[in-house]
C-alpha cells in the first residue's frame, strides 16, 4: 500500500482546515473561495495535484464540498484566456 504524499508547504491540509471552518460557518450553503495568485504561488498549489493539466491559466478543487478556484494573476490580461 502507497504512502500519503504530505504536500511541501502543508497546502492542501491548510485548504481543509479552511473548507472546515466555511462548512461550521454556512452548514447547508454553497461554498466557494477564489485565489488570484502569482506564478510563484500558483504553480505551487498546482504542482500538489497530479491531474491537473499545468498549460491552463487556472483549475478548480473541491474538498469536502467547498470550492477552490485558483487562477493566475495573468489569466485576464492574455486576450485568448479571457472568460
Do not use: C, W, Y
Request: no cysteine; glycine share 4%.
Amino acid at each position: 500500500m502507497a504512502e500519503n504524499k504530505k504536500s511541501i508547504d502543508g497546502v492542501v491540509e491548510k485548504l481543509a482546515l479552511i473548507s472546515d471552518a466555511m462548512d461550521s460557518i454556512f452548514p447547508s450553503g454553497r461554498k466557494a473561495v477564489v485565489f488570484e495568485l502569482k506564478l510563484d504561488d500558483f504553480k505551487k498549489v498546482q504542482n500538489n495535484f497530479r491531474e491537473i493539466d499545468r498549460t491552463h491559466k487556472q483549475f478548480k478543487i473541491d474538498i469536502s464540498g467547498s470550492e477552490f478556484i485558483f487562477l493566475l494573476d495573468e489569466l485576464f490580461s492574455d486576450e485568448k484566456d479571457k472568460i
